[in-house]
């Protein structure tokens, strides 16, 4: 038995690293530009939370986060929190979704990176976090009650690769400073769902805002059984 569990999970990580057909990706004339347009919402990308200041540029998205913005529900601080900013759209089944992360992180949980999310009280968010003056991989899984795992980054560190792969209820988690070689940080359970937002997010609990810019962002379907 333990030895079919491990087989299958190798499975698991090869699907992960495998992208499946094209699905969808942001794709706007270079200098192609919104902020704060009704326009915004035209397209299959919506918003939660638009931040004040944000723009397209080509396959990337340039925003600030807002002051005093976060996503985080109940455990050890004891209240919740769902003004944090997130680009999403809906997708069906099971996918992989990659995105290169750029941050002027300056203040205590300054965050950025990738969320899933089936509605309020059930979502996970991955990316960089800003903690006693460093990055840090941070991860969070919410159902109902969220939960916090972080690690430091190396001193330096540019822009973070985020790759996260939905299969059925799991999400495999993995991050990369190069976009080639990805290593998996976590594996988490997602309440069942036909399908899910999935996006950029980012937020500034802490401090008076921060620019972040997403590059590239991918959706792909994941067909591996």
């Not at 919410?142 to 430091?152: A, G, K, M, Q």
């Not at 500034?204 to 994941?222: H, L, M, Q």
């Amino acid at each position: 038995m333990e030895h079919e569990a491990q087989i299958a999970r190798r499975e698991f990580l090869g699907s992960a690293l495998v992208g499946g057909f094209y699905i969808a990706s942001w794709t706007k004339s270079a200098g192609a530009q919104a902020q704060k347009s009704p326009a915004a919402a035209s397209g299959p990308e919506k918003w939660m939370n638009e931040p004040h200041k944000w723009r397209r540029e080509g396959n990337s998205l340039i925003c600030t986060a807002d002051p005093k913005t976060d996503f985080w529900r109940k455990t050890y601080y004891g209240y919740i929190t769902d003004n944090g900013h997130f680009f999403y759209r809906s997708v069906a089944g099971d996918f992989a979704t990659i995105v290169k992360v750029t941050g002027k992180y300056h203040d205590l949980y300054d965050q950025a990176g990738l969320m899933v999310r089936l509605d309020k009280e059930n979502w996970m968010k991955c990316g960089v976090e800003f903690v006693d003056g460093e990055q840090n991989m941070s991860v969070v899984i919410t159902r109902d009650f969220s939960d916090w795992s972080t690690f430091r980054l190396p001193e330096g560190t540019g822009p973070v690769w985020m790759r996260v792969v939905r299969k059925k209820e799991a999400l495999d988690i993995f991050y990369s400073l190069d976009a080639k070689n990805f290593a998996e940080i976590r594996t988490g359970y997602l309440v069942p769902s036909e399908s899910v937002d999935v996006g950029p997010a980012f937020a500034a609990p802490e401090g008076k805002g921060f620019e972040v810019r997403f590059d590239d962002w991918v959706v792909e379907k994941n067909e591996a059984k």
